[in-house]
């Protein structure tokens, strides 16, 4: 695998079109990895903290509208 300098060569150098075509297909790759995540954390109880911060927040009529 090149290492990352040689990576970020070849990215520079790409014309616009293939460099927008590039960053559309990495932003995807990106946002199925973290959703993979998200789901393994989700379901494992490592968000639930989250789920518990809210919960507090509304019985404390605290909560705020995003």
Known sequence: MPA????EKQV??????????????FCDY???IWDKEIKKDSQ????NFLIKEAMDEKRLETLKDL
Do not use: T, V
């Not at 520079?12 to 297909?25: A, G, H, M, T, V």
């Not at 494992?44 to 968000?47: E, R």
């Open 4 to 7: 990352l300098h040689e990576i």
């Open 30 to 32: 990106d946002y199925k």
């Open 44 to 47: 494992s109880g490592a968000l």
């Open 12 to 25: 520079k150098s790409l014309p616009q079109d293939e460099y927008e075509n590039f960053r559309k297909w």
